[in-house]
């Protein structure tokens, strides 16, 4: 893909022009990409100021021209993975969210509960080291520093009910899954997904067919991701 292509779809994000993208009606990614695609050539609608208007218009209005398309860059702008990953991308951002809110409120039930701390000792905790549970049996204690309520609530029964007594272990599994489902997709994200693929130099080039535009990697993760963070609704619950 030539700069100037890739220039024109960061105007688009800077200036606020969003092109509208139908959720259905595609066998894959084809159809999607290509409403982004069209924008940059000032057709289609897009998003723009709180109203659905003509691409062309938007473009007008921030004075952009429409992108003439050089070789490869119209198939580029259709093929490949950007969609899928430019979607889980967003979830992730929010799941990260999700995970530190978790923790916040799983620590206040705790409380109110008048949870025994002893379940989220460090050195019980280590005993079983996934670095997600780690972390959660740290920003349980953190956030639960120094309540008086706790403090005058040790002893009182034997151990807590499982759902809240499991905090780090669930919420734990969850985060490592977020880890896991980052390193997805941030692999995606350095990738080259188009197909075929053009190598080599000017003097010495070859034309490759493959599969890389197929999004196993990160549909999978998606689906992951999906799971965990259902598990932090379900533990909540």
Known sequence: MHRQVVEALLALLNRGITPQVPSQGSVGYLTHMAHVGIALLGVGQVSYRGHIVAAEQALKEEGLAPVTLGAKDG????????C????SCLAIADAERLSQWADVIGAMTFEALRGQLDAFDESILALKPH?????????????LAGSEVLASSQGIRTQDALSIRSIPQVHGATRDQLVHAIRQIETELNSVTDNPMLLGTPDAWRVVSQANPHGQSVAMAADVLCMAIAELGSIAE
């Open 84 to 87: 899928m990953t430019g979607l």
């Open 131 to 143: 670095p997600g549970m780690q972390q959660v049996g740290k920003n349980l204690r953190s956030v």
């Open 75 to 82: 198939l580029c702008l259709v093929n490949g993975t950007p």
